[in-house]
Protein backbone atom coordinates (compact mmCIF):
# COMPACT_ATOMS: atom_id res chain seq x y z
CA UNK A 1 0.00 0.00 0.00
CA UNK A 2 3.29 2.10 -0.25
CA UNK A 3 2.04 4.35 -2.67
CA UNK A 4 0.51 7.24 -3.71
CA UNK A 5 -2.94 6.53 -2.61
CA UNK A 6 -1.08 5.97 0.92
CA UNK A 7 1.26 9.71 0.33
CA UNK A 8 -1.90 11.33 -0.40
CA UNK A 9 -3.73 9.45 2.96
CA UNK A 10 -1.26 11.07 5.34
CA UNK A 11 -0.64 14.30 3.32
CA UNK A 12 -4.31 14.87 3.32
CA UNK A 13 -4.85 13.86 6.74
CA UNK A 14 -1.64 15.89 8.33
CA UNK A 15 -2.21 18.94 5.83
CA UNK A 16 -6.18 18.89 7.47
CA UNK A 17 -4.81 19.43 10.99
CA UNK A 18 -2.14 21.37 10.29
CA UNK A 19 -4.55 23.46 8.44
CA UNK A 20 -6.98 23.66 11.19
CA UNK A 21 -3.89 24.37 13.87
CA UNK A 22 -2.98 27.49 12.14
CA UNK A 23 -6.11 29.04 11.50
CA UNK A 24 -7.48 28.07 15.23
CA UNK A 25 -4.10 29.61 16.01
CA UNK A 26 -4.66 32.99 14.27
CA UNK A 27 -7.97 33.27 15.44
CA UNK A 28 -7.00 32.54 18.62
CA UNK A 29 -4.54 35.54 18.65
CA UNK A 30 -7.24 38.06 17.18
CA UNK A 31 -10.60 36.83 19.55
CA UNK A 32 -9.50 34.71 21.77
CA UNK A 33 -9.27 35.15 25.73
CA UNK A 34 -5.91 37.03 27.30
CA UNK A 35 -3.85 34.19 28.36
CA UNK A 36 -3.17 34.78 32.43
CA UNK A 37 -0.31 31.84 32.75
CA UNK A 38 1.97 29.84 30.52
CA UNK A 39 4.52 27.18 30.08
CA UNK A 40 7.01 28.54 27.77
CA UNK A 41 8.78 26.50 25.27
CA UNK A 42 6.44 23.90 24.20
CA UNK A 43 5.10 25.83 21.35
CA UNK A 44 7.98 26.39 19.64
CA UNK A 45 8.50 22.41 19.67
CA UNK A 46 5.37 21.65 18.87
CA UNK A 47 5.94 23.38 15.22
CA UNK A 48 9.60 21.76 15.30
CA UNK A 49 7.89 18.17 15.61
CA UNK A 50 4.71 19.02 12.91
CA UNK A 51 7.78 20.35 10.72
CA UNK A 52 9.97 16.60 11.47
CA UNK A 53 6.56 14.79 11.10
CA UNK A 54 5.81 16.36 7.61
CA UNK A 55 8.86 15.93 5.76
CA UNK A 56 10.09 12.94 7.70
CA UNK A 57 7.71 10.67 5.90
CA UNK A 58 9.05 11.10 2.69
CA UNK A 59 12.74 11.16 3.38
CA UNK A 60 14.52 7.95 2.72
CA UNK A 61 13.41 5.47 5.39
CA UNK A 62 15.94 4.42 8.45
CA UNK A 63 14.20 0.65 8.05
CA UNK A 64 11.45 -0.85 6.36
CA UNK A 65 9.02 -3.01 8.33
CA UNK A 66 5.38 -2.97 7.12
CA UNK A 67 5.40 -6.64 5.19
CA UNK A 68 3.86 -5.96 1.56
CA UNK A 69 0.13 -7.97 1.36
CA UNK A 70 -0.10 -7.42 5.21
CA UNK A 71 -3.19 -5.81 7.02
CA UNK A 72 -0.98 -3.05 9.09
CA UNK A 73 -1.33 -0.49 5.68
CA UNK A 74 -5.32 -0.81 6.08
CA UNK A 75 -5.48 -0.65 9.74
CA UNK A 76 -2.86 2.32 9.27
CA UNK A 77 -5.01 4.20 7.03
CA UNK A 78 -7.96 3.08 9.53
CA UNK A 79 -6.02 4.94 12.53
CA UNK A 80 -4.92 7.64 10.61
CA UNK A 81 -8.13 8.79 9.95
CA UNK A 82 -9.76 7.99 13.01
CA UNK A 83 -7.08 9.91 14.94
CA UNK A 84 -7.42 13.01 12.57
CA UNK A 85 -11.23 13.01 13.11
CA UNK A 86 -10.56 12.75 17.26
CA UNK A 87 -7.91 15.63 17.04
CA UNK A 88 -10.25 17.84 15.14
CA UNK A 89 -13.40 16.90 17.23
CA UNK A 90 -11.35 18.07 20.67
CA UNK A 91 -9.84 21.01 18.87
CA UNK A 92 -13.60 22.17 18.15
CA UNK A 93 -14.69 21.30 21.66
CA UNK A 94 -11.97 23.60 22.89
CA UNK A 95 -12.42 26.37 20.86
CA UNK A 96 -10.90 29.74 21.76
CA UNK A 97 -9.26 28.14 25.11
CA UNK A 98 -7.13 25.98 22.75
CA UNK A 99 -3.61 26.94 23.27
CA UNK A 100 0.00 25.21 21.24
CA UNK A 101 1.22 25.82 24.73
CA UNK A 102 -0.06 25.11 28.57
CA UNK A 103 -1.42 27.92 29.39
CA UNK A 104 -4.64 29.05 31.12
CA UNK A 105 -6.74 31.73 29.83
CA UNK A 106 -8.92 34.30 31.27
CA UNK A 107 -12.88 32.40 31.78
CA UNK A 108 -10.71 29.45 31.39
CA UNK A 109 -12.82 26.30 32.09
CA UNK A 110 -12.46 22.80 32.55
CA UNK A 111 -13.87 20.78 29.49
CA UNK A 112 -15.07 17.63 30.53
CA UNK A 113 -17.56 17.07 27.62
CA UNK A 114 -17.08 15.28 24.01
CA UNK A 115 -13.82 13.78 23.72
CA UNK A 116 -12.64 15.21 27.07
CA UNK A 117 -15.01 12.76 28.24
CA UNK A 118 -13.00 9.64 26.55
CA UNK A 119 -9.44 10.40 27.44
CA UNK A 120 -8.18 13.80 29.38
CA UNK A 121 -5.59 14.43 26.12
CA UNK A 122 -7.44 13.61 23.02
CA UNK A 123 -5.70 16.15 21.22
CA UNK A 124 -2.83 14.01 22.19
CA UNK A 125 -4.49 10.72 21.66
CA UNK A 126 -5.22 11.69 18.05
CA UNK A 127 -2.06 12.97 17.02
CA UNK A 128 -0.39 9.67 18.74
CA UNK A 129 -3.04 7.47 16.50
CA UNK A 130 -2.19 9.73 13.04
CA UNK A 131 1.62 9.05 13.62
CA UNK A 132 0.78 5.56 14.57
CA UNK A 133 -1.15 4.74 11.63
CA UNK A 134 1.13 6.80 9.00
CA UNK A 135 4.05 4.31 10.55
CA UNK A 136 1.92 1.26 10.16
CA UNK A 137 1.24 2.38 6.36
CA UNK A 138 4.60 3.41 5.23
CA UNK A 139 7.15 1.86 8.51
CA UNK A 140 10.92 3.42 7.75
CA UNK A 141 11.03 7.32 9.43
CA UNK A 142 7.60 7.09 10.91
CA UNK A 143 8.71 4.33 13.88
CA UNK A 144 11.37 7.04 14.72
CA UNK A 145 8.94 9.95 14.92
CA UNK A 146 6.71 7.75 16.93
CA UNK A 147 9.21 7.25 19.31
CA UNK A 148 9.61 11.15 19.31
CA UNK A 149 6.15 12.35 19.44
CA UNK A 150 5.67 10.02 22.60
CA UNK A 151 8.34 11.57 24.50
CA UNK A 152 7.18 15.19 23.71
CA UNK A 153 3.75 14.18 24.73
CA UNK A 154 4.75 12.69 27.97
CA UNK A 155 6.38 15.35 28.79
CA UNK A 156 3.99 17.79 27.58
CA UNK A 157 1.33 16.30 29.63
CA UNK A 158 3.23 16.34 32.75
CA UNK A 159 3.16 19.86 32.44
CA UNK A 160 -0.66 20.69 31.17
CA UNK A 161 -1.18 18.12 33.79
CA UNK A 162 0.44 20.19 36.41
CA UNK A 163 -1.10 23.47 35.51
CA UNK A 164 -4.93 22.11 35.09
CA UNK A 165 -4.39 20.74 39.21
CA UNK A 166 -2.90 24.05 40.08
CA UNK A 167 -5.78 25.98 38.29
CA UNK A 168 -8.50 23.80 39.03
CA UNK A 169 -7.70 21.72 42.15
CA UNK A 170 -10.26 19.25 43.17
CA UNK A 171 -12.20 19.67 39.82
CA UNK A 172 -9.48 18.23 37.93
CA UNK A 173 -8.13 15.67 40.88
CA UNK A 174 -11.51 14.22 40.18
CA UNK A 175 -11.66 14.53 36.10
CA UNK A 176 -7.97 12.82 37.03
CA UNK A 177 -9.82 9.73 38.74
CA UNK A 178 -12.29 8.88 36.23
CA UNK A 179 -11.19 9.68 32.69
CA UNK A 180 -7.85 7.92 31.33
CA UNK A 181 -4.97 10.43 30.41
CA UNK A 182 -4.85 9.67 26.90
CA UNK A 183 -5.44 5.93 25.65
CA UNK A 184 -9.20 5.30 26.16
CA UNK A 185 -10.31 2.93 28.34
CA UNK A 186 -7.10 2.28 30.10
CA UNK A 187 -7.11 3.31 33.70
CA UNK A 188 -4.17 3.10 35.70
CA UNK A 189 -4.41 2.57 39.30
CA UNK A 190 -4.87 5.51 41.95
CA UNK A 191 -1.48 6.64 43.05
Same mark, same amino acid.
Given at each position: ?49 VLIVW ?20 AGAVL???? /? ?7 ? $?? %??? +? &? ?58 REEER ?10 ? /? ?7 ? $?? %??? +? &???
Open positions: MKDLTTNTLIVVCWGLWAAVWSVGWIANLARGPRTQRRSLGWSFWMWVLTGGHLQPFVTVVPGGSVLPALVAG /TAFTLWARW $IL %GAM +W &SSQPSVKAGHQLRTDGPYAITRHPIYTGMVAMIVGAALMEGGNWLVLTVLFAVYVALKMLMTATFGDQYE /TYRRTTPQI $IP %GLR +W &SAR
